[in-house]
T-cell receptor, first 111, second 117 residues
């Protein structure tokens, strides 16, 4: 189906470290979106990717659309405490504009 | 830009009563809005797609008579949880897709925490 497998499930890092997480699927996606959700809040769109091989940055965040179109990666450089939260990948679900979400990566940054 | 609000941010209601949650796009028009629910430590589960001026499309397993959706204008969609029961307690989040913007980018509201006692 169009399930998104996100890993790792959780990460515990020290402030200043770089972080990498990824999202894979058995299906081909034409779009990859990365969101961050703080506790008790709605997700916030971080980066949108629309082309295979595309590498896009947003401040310290960089995301890549995998060449096979079945995966995407999100990197965070020089992590800071406010990077704490849950990061979700998302992609189109079937036809139309619906999205399916990965299970999320819970990031904890120790000062 | 692309700000979405939800009201209320939290609500406590008694079992058997109905609760209405509003979702508004504040600085853009949204022909399509989406309603999700999220359980603790889980991902977002799409409940339904709300299209302005037409009936909502519900995902498999979501009771349309229990979760009533109305999208009467380009900036407002409402979700009414009818005859709420404790198992309906959850975090409900709406999102909106801006008309004319890239198709899949959805902007989320801050969520509504529903507790049914």
């Amino acid at each position: 189906g169009q399930q998104l497998n996100q890993s790792p499930q959780s990460m515990f890092i020290q402030e200043g470290e770089d972080v990498s997480m990824n999202c894979t699927s058995s299906s081909i996606f034409n779009t990859w979106l990365w969101y961050k959700q703080d506790p008790g809040e709605g997700p916030v769109l971080l980066i949108a990717l629309y082309k295979a091989g595309e590498l896009t940055s947003n401040g310290r965040l960089t995301a890549q659309f995998g060449i096979t179109r079945k995966d995407s990666f999100l990197n965070i450089s020089a992590s800071i405490p406010s990077d704490v939260g849950i990061y979700f990948c998302a992609g189109p679900l079937g036809s139309g504009s619906r999205l399916t979400f990965g299970e999320g990566t819970q990031l904890t940054v120790n000062p | 830009g692309a700000v979405v609000s939800q009201h209320p941010s939290w609500v406590i209601c008694k079992s058997g009563t109905s609760v209405k949650i509003e979702c508004r796009s504040l600085d853009f028009q949204a022909t399509t809005m989406f309603w999700y629910r999220q359980f603790p430590k889980q991902s977002l589960m799409l409940m339904a797609t709300s299209n302005e001026g037409s009936k909502a499309t519900y995902e498999q397993g979501v009771e349309k008579d229990k979760f009533l959706i109305n999208h009467a204008s380009l900036t407002l969609s409402t979700l009414t949880v009818t005859s709420a029961h404790p198992e309906d307690s959850s975090f409900y989040i709406c999102s909106a897709r801006a008309s004319g913007r890239k198709s899949y980018e959805q902007y989320f509201g801050p969520g509504t925490r529903l507790t049914v006692t």
